[in-house]
């Protein structure tokens, strides 16, 4: 069934506070002129953008606001957290079937949300800390069997040699930030290269968006010896693809198809770009959707997403079937049959010994 009337509604901050009360509700009734249930859901993000990770939701956001019977509204909050308790107090104001947050650094008002308002439904799309409240449901995408894959592929396809006796091969991860939630990317990365014999350089450039200190840092990896460079660091990423461009060697992306994000703006980044890794974050956003239109939502549930739900996984775009070769390709498909069937068991910063990830961490070099 069609709605008559269905809209999209952005809302930034600096007018949020005067209009969120009116235009929040989204239209003027809970049903459509067939009498069907329409499901409000509001989208409270930081902001979109960023062409990585907050893209990323809002890409599962348009996916349920095609639903006939869905309408979203998308919040961006901004990046000063002081102002985000009086942002989710009048959104949960606003009359909401649904509220989606998350991320580690801005579940905290999500929970705090959730606790002051029982009755209000809410979707964590990304916790970094799982707290449990029984109008919430909570998903987490296992980055470490993403990083496994990663290093495979990485370990499979370089050809590069480091200049010391025993000749290792050698890959490069650039990092945003040095944090756990972040180092769950690179344990199993680093996992399956000290497995394969295989130097890893990581460098944390510090931030989501200084694509010059990225491209640095990739460089200073180039020069090294590093001949695939996977990137996992939002925006300041460019500089890897940069940096990569230049020197004629592969990168991987992340979060998003990246090679279709640039064969048309900058192709000579997508050239180099072998396959992006991607964490499948419409995959959760539709589960929540559907399971609160089928009334089961699973409030209180907070569940895991790996390769075997389709969770984390990596694009076989026609250039990655094109550029890496079959034989690599198949020890990429055995591994994520591996992983899925619980044959390999990947190691996880986030759920691992703190000293068993400081020892597969001093087998590694760290980028300047």
Do not use: H
């Amino acid at each position: 069934m069609k709605k008559m009337m269905k809209k999209t509604v952005t809302v930034l901050l600096a007018v949020m506070m005067l209009t969120i009360g009116v235009i929040g509700c989204g239209s003027d009734t809970d049903e459509s002129a067939e009498g069907e249930k329409i499901y409000k859901i509001a989208f409270v993000v930081p902001y979109i953008g960023d062409q990585s990770y907050w893209d990323l939701v809002d890409r599962g956001r348009q996916i349920v606001d095609a639903y006939d019977n869905v309408e979203t509204t998308l919040i961006e909050a901004g990046e000063d957290t002081s102002k985000w308790t009086s942002v989710m107090t009048d959104v949960c104001e606003s009359g909401y079937d649904l509220i989606v947050s998350g991320n580690d650094t801005y579940e905290y008002y999500l929970y705090e949300a959730a606790e002051n308002y029982p009755d209000q439904l809410f979707f964590n799309f990304e916790f970094g800390t799982a707290q449990e409240y029984d109008n919430v449901y909570a998903v987490k995408y296992n980055t470490a069997e993403l990083g496994y894959v990663a290093g495979l592929l990485s370990c499979a396809v370089t050809t590069s040699d480091m200049e010391k006796a025993n000749d290792d091969k050698v890959i490069g991860v650039i990092v945003g930030m040095e944090n756990d939630a972040m180092d769950d990317f690179i344990g199993g990365y680093c996992q399956v290269a000290n497995s394969m014999g295989v130097q890893v350089i990581i460098g944390y450039p510090e931030s989501w968006t200084d694509v010059a200190k990225a491209k640095e840092m990739t460089l200073n990896m180039i020069n090294s010896g590093a001949d695939v460079i996977w990137q996992v660091a939002g925006g300041a990423g460019n500089g890897v693809f940069e940096a990569c461009a230049e020197e004629n060697v592969y990168a991987l992306g992340v979060d998003q198809d990246q090679y279709e994000q640039f064969i048309e703006s900058k192709p000579e980044y997508a050239n180099v770009i072998l396959t992006s890794f991607v964490k499948n974050a419409q995959i959760g956003i539709q589960t929540a959707v559907d399971k609160l239109i089928a009334g089961e939502y699973p409030g209180g549930v907070i569940e895991n997403f790996g390769i075997a739900q389709d969770g984390v996984g990596l694009i076989e775009n026609d250039y990655y079937l094109e550029t890496v070769p079959e034989d690599v390709r198949n020890q990429v498909e055995e591994a994520l049959e591996e992983v899925k069937n619980g044959n390999v068991e990947v190691f996880s910063v986030l759920n691992g010994d703190s000293a068993e990830w400081q020892k597969i961490k001093s087998e590694a070099q760290e980028a300047k």
